[in-house]
């Protein structure tokens, strides 16, 4: 034991005397992906983001690095000419690179995955999440957490085993142990397939080997993976055109090797390739694999940057919406779900410099969704022609305008028509019986019963609505009593007689301007939710027309009463999507009648210029998108399942509704929808300043948009849709167990009595407390106690529903407070101030005082 400890003791002063040793195992060893635990290969594994994010001190600890280095070992070799402009490269750039080296590159060596290969999904663990639905892993029971666990212990066991970090797929199955060979065989030859189905050949690489090979340069891959080389060749051979493949000469996997591109493998390289390092072009994603550890051995290496920043951050999020799409699903089917990104090749080749908000919202955001939904309808149309019918599509304005633009942008050709039928008119066209106008109340939800807008939908006159509604307003159940007043045969034949009218001016526009001819199938195409109009459309004219009438809608509701012959690309639980509403509408007023030929007649214009604007602008970005996308696969021979685009519309969706970005938020702060019916029948979608003031007052998140709520932080975003989601049973007491004490004094005529409250903390430090009223007593809140300095925000008087009778913030008697506006100083322990008896009214039911203050400092 003492000879060891001696040993071991010389060894440590022979290391603390050699300090070139000890920096280059700092400073190396940082650079190493393999120095820290890592998942199977850097190309599998690759951080996804800016590289400064990696440290946790934003990229000081790279500065400190870079700086540490010799000059030589961050430039490139003194023979290279491309040393000050050609370190990096992003995808415009790769069709210049021959042309950039000349004639001086005898072999072009290439990364494998995120360079020559890409994969659907958002990162590489999701190919895990594709693994465990394979009919094997199934069986099996295999999850993606387990997989991962796998690979890791793998790589902890390698090292004791051998010495080398590199492992393949039969070290990490192995660990398996409750499987048998065979079991884990199949295992193995499932992961491989699943990332055949996954993986494509991105179209920039396959060109750039092809004009490589063209001038006689030799072409290798060289990628650290788990993949044996037969096993990698069997994917690439899947998706590179058979005379790329037949280009690469070799392919090099660390596995094979023992070692990383970081460490040995380039070494192995240049020495097989028979060429002096400097006649050696490497490109690859990962600056650490790919770029520094080649540079040191005088090999020419490109670090290929796929996104700017903006667009890295931008996927990320997108990605975690990916994730958070199983809160909108009625029942997802399990909770670690893939997560589909097929769009990133479009991202990486478009120029999205500089990154305007419409083109964050139009190319990257709203263009996704309206690709999917043109492929969903055409798929839609051609398989019902497939069955021997005669479809029209009839797309319904204003919202789906920027439906059938992308639908022919896709289609390269006219999908359908443009038509003007408003779900006011398909309600009210159809009431023919007293079931029909049962029918449409009961469809009525609480939220929205209003007796006026009912009574328009039944094209009742204004005078008799307003007859009818004083009538009803005399009993205890106004809407009860007004339902049952719509019951009087004389108010029934009313409304027949108006609504055959209408229904009389409508089916002369559908059948001719619409041109519909007995027998066609006609598609609704629409941004949806329920289904409404053509609900009503089918419950009226389908017998009359003798046509058959089905939706094909963008977004569609999981209630079991949507409307009949409907599908949907997203289903959702929810309607969030105004934004996204406004920005797919056409510039003209809505329909407000159609005349005695049938012809619509279009109301004014409500929505300002400067809006229409905006969404000309975003509609632009959309439709560049669709047609770049669709250039792109074409071009690359791509196909997509059906429900990857989908999944990756929703996600899409999604992350616009609820985790939109400051450019975002501050491009629709002005924007105006007229289905909000203010006074001047139009209103400002959504209002910061108000959710600001509503998170003072109301401790849950849920009555909240879903861009006021993002404003306060995602922290409100996660905790509203978790507790809309799953309905869960939380009183406002729930969401916050911190507190602030106010005593209060409650002074009668004849008595008084001391009360210690517990204030209930909101936002922002903003506290809420509930006090009662007593009519002939006065409430004294004794702020001196507890603070020296706080704010107050507001006092009501609430009823016993909770809606405010007044405001008596001004209503205070202060004793030993010094007022400034919202501020109060509590000059002493004994500072208080009473509110005033607001009048001598006698309430006969209970009512409040809710205060809002904000504590600045204790006491």
């Known amino acids: 034991m003492q000879l060891i400890l001696q040993r071991l003791a010389a060894k440590i002063k022979q290391d603390d005397a050699n300090p070139k040793s000890s920096e280059r195992l700092r400073i190396d060893d940082m650079f190493d992906p393999e120095f820290a635990p890592r998942f199977p290969g850097d190309d599998v594994y690759q951080f996804i983001g800016h590289a400064d994010a990696i440290f946790p001190d934003g990229g000081l600890l790279t500065e400190q690095i870079q700086k540490l280095q010799k000059p030589a070992d961050c430039l490139l070799c003194s023979d290279m000419r491309d040393t000050g402009h050609r370190e990096q490269i992003k995808t415009h750039d790769i069709p210049k690179i021959m042309e950039d080296f000349d004639d001086s590159i005898k072999v072009l060596s290439l990364d ?44 902890r066991a390698k090292p004791l085993e051998n010495g080398s970090t590199e492992i393949d797929l039969g070290d990490i199955y192995r660990l398996f142990t409750s499987l048998s060979g065979k079991e884990r065989e199949l295992l193995a030859e499932a992961e491989i397939r699943t990332e055949m189905n996954v ?33 990698l060749r069997r994917l690439l051979a899947r998706h590179l055109p058979a005379d790329v493949m037949q280009a690469i000469s070799k392919i090099y996997c660390s596995v094979d090797y023992g070692t990383s591109k970081s460490h040995a493998l380039f070494q192995v390289v240049i020495k097989e390739c028979g060429v002096p390092a400097s006649q050696l072009l490497h490109i690859g994603d990962n ?79 709203f263009g996704p969704v309206l690709y999917a939904y043109a492929r969903f309808l055409i798929d839609e149309v051609e398989a019902l022609q497939r069955q021997g019918r005669r479809v029209r599509v009839f797309f319904l ?61 039944l094209l009742l006159p204004s005078e008799v609505a307003e007859l ?41 526009y559908m059948s001719t301007e619409l041109e519909l001819t007995e027998g066609d199938t006609v598609i609704f195409a629409d941004i949806g939710y329920n289904g409404r109009t053509q609900e009503y459309l089918a419950r009226t004219f389908k017998d009359e027309l003798k046509v058959d009438i089905l939706g094909r809608y963008l977004v569609a509701s999981d209630e079991p009463y949507r409307s009949a012959n409907s599908k949907a ?193 909101m936002h922002d430090g903003y506290f809420s407390i509930m006090i009662p009223f007593v009519s002939g007593t006065s409430v004294k809140m004794l702020f001196g106690e507890h603070y020296e300095w706080l704010q107050i925000t507001d006092i009501q008087l609430l009823n016993e529903a909770r809606s405010a009778c007044r405001n008596v913030s001004s209503s205070l008697d202060l004793e030993e407070i010094n007022r400034q506006g919202e501020i109060y100083r509590c000059l002493s322990q004994a500072s208080a101030a009473t509110i005033r008896l607001v009048d001598l009214q006698q309430f006969t039911t209970p009512h409040y005082y809710h205060m809002i203050f904000r504590p600045l400092v204790s006491r």
């Open 112 to 155: 494998c995955f995120d360079t020559l290969l890409w994969r659907e999904t958002a990162t590489p663990r999701d190919v895990f999440a594709m693994l465990a639905d394979h009919p094997v892993a199934r069986r099996l029971g295999i999850t993606p957490h387990q997989r991962i666990s796998a690979a890791a212990r793998a790589h």
């Open 199 to 231: 993986c494509f050949a991105f179209s920039p690489y396959v060109e750039l080997i092809r004009l490589a090979h063209a001038r006689g340069i030799k072409i290798i891959v060289v990628s650290d993976t788990y993949l044996r080389e037969g096993e």
């Open 287 to 365: 600056d650490v694999a790919d770029a520094q550890a080649p540079r040191k051995l005088g090999v020419r290496a490109l670090h290929f940057l796929p996104f700017d920043r903006e667009v890295a951050d931008f996927l990320r999020l997108q990605h975690a919406a990916s994730s958070l799409i199983a809160l909108e699903e009625a029942a997802p089917k399990a909770v670690v779900l893939p997560c589909y990104s097929p769009f990133r090749p479009i991202f990486s080749i478009a120029n999205l410099h500089p990154y305007a908000p419409e083109t964050v919202i139009g190319y990257m955001s």
């Open 397 to 457: 304005l204003r919202d789906a305008y920027l439906l059938s633009a992308a639908c022919e942008a896709y289609a390269r050709k006219p999908v359908g028509k443009l038509v003007r039928i408003r779900k006011f008119f398909a309600v009210a066209a159809s009431f023919k019986t007293r079931a029909d106008v049962d029918y449409y109340i009961s469809g009525i939800e609480p939220e929205f019963d209003n007796l006026h807008a009912t009574a328009k939908q």
């Open 468 to 508: 009818l509604i004083r009538i009803a307003h005399q009993s205890d159940d106004p809407k009860t009593a007004f339902h049952q007043l719509l019951h009087d045969d004389d108010v029934l034949e009313l409304i027949f007689k108006n609504s055959f009218a209408l229904r009389t001016r409508l089916m002369r």
């Open 569 to 761: 690309l997203i289903t959702s639980p929810w309607s969030t999507f105004t934004l996204f509403e406004e920005c797919c509408t056409f510039k003209e007023g809505a329909v407000v009648d159609y005349d005695l030929d049938g012809r619509p007649v279009l109301g004014e214009i409500k929505l300002s210029e400067k809006q229409y604007g905006k969404v000309a602008n975003v509609q632009a970005e959309c439709l560049r998108f669709v047609n770049d996308a669709r250039a792109f696969f074409t071009e690359s021979g791509m196909t997509h399942e059906y429900s990857t685009l989908q999944r990756a519309a929703h996600a899409a969706l999604f992350r616009h509704t609820y985790m939109p970005i400051e450019a975002e938020l501050e491009y629709f702060k002005d924007f105006q929808s007229a289905r909000f019916m203010g006074p001047d029948r139009k209103k400002t979608i959504y209002h910061l300043e108000s959710a600001w003031r509503t998170v003072r007052c109301l401790p849950s998140p849920y009555r909240l948009g879903a861009y006021e709520t993002r404003s306060l932080g995602l922290d409100f975003t996660l905790s509203g849709l978790v507790q809309r989601r799953f309905q869960l049973d939380l009183d406002p007491e729930d969401m916050n167990v911190r507190f602030s004490p106010l005593k209060v004094l409650i002074v009668g005529t004849h008595v008084s009595k001391v009360f210690l409250l517990r204030a209930h903390h």
